[in-house]
């Protein structure tokens, strides 16, 4: 059974960094997408930073220039690198991976989620 363990998060200060990183397992054949999203009180889960297996990133405009992804893919894991965290970042953060599992077919993978408070 495939599935998706975060690690990292918690409470900083505005301005500070935190890192978060997620790990699938199981019957992996390959991974295509991983990547992070957050879901803040009252709002819809919104993409934060995607990456391809070639490397190919994506981020939301607000937070390009402060958050950084990478993977490693032997490791099948991603990470998230936030610096410089504003009050507005607070939120529940859930990585996401399109896996191609032994069986079934390939399907979205989620995180349980990990909580990220920024504080003034």
């Known amino acids: 059974q495939v599935q998706l363990v975060e690690s990292g998060g918690g409470s900083v200060q505005a301005g500070g960094s935190l890192g978060l990183s997620c790990t699938a397992s199981?019957?992996?054949?390959?991974?295509?997408?991983m990547g992070w999203y957050r879901q803040a009180p009252g709002k819809e889960r919104e993409l934060v930073a995607r990456t391809l297996r070639k490397g190919t990133t994506t981020y939301a405009d607000s937070v390009k220039g402060r958050f950084t992804i990478s993977r490693d893919n032997n490791k099948n894991t991603v990470y998230l690198q936030m610096n410089n965290l504003k009050s507005e970042d607070t939120a529940v953060y859930y990585c996401?991976?399109?896996?191609?599992?032994?069986?079934?077919?390939?399907?979205?993978?989620w995180g349980q989620g990990t909580q990220v408070t920024v504080f003034s």
């Open positions: 996401y991976a399109y896996i191609f599992p032994r069986i079934p077919d390939p399907s979205d993978y």
């Open positions: 199981g019957s992996i054949v390959r991974i295509d997408a």
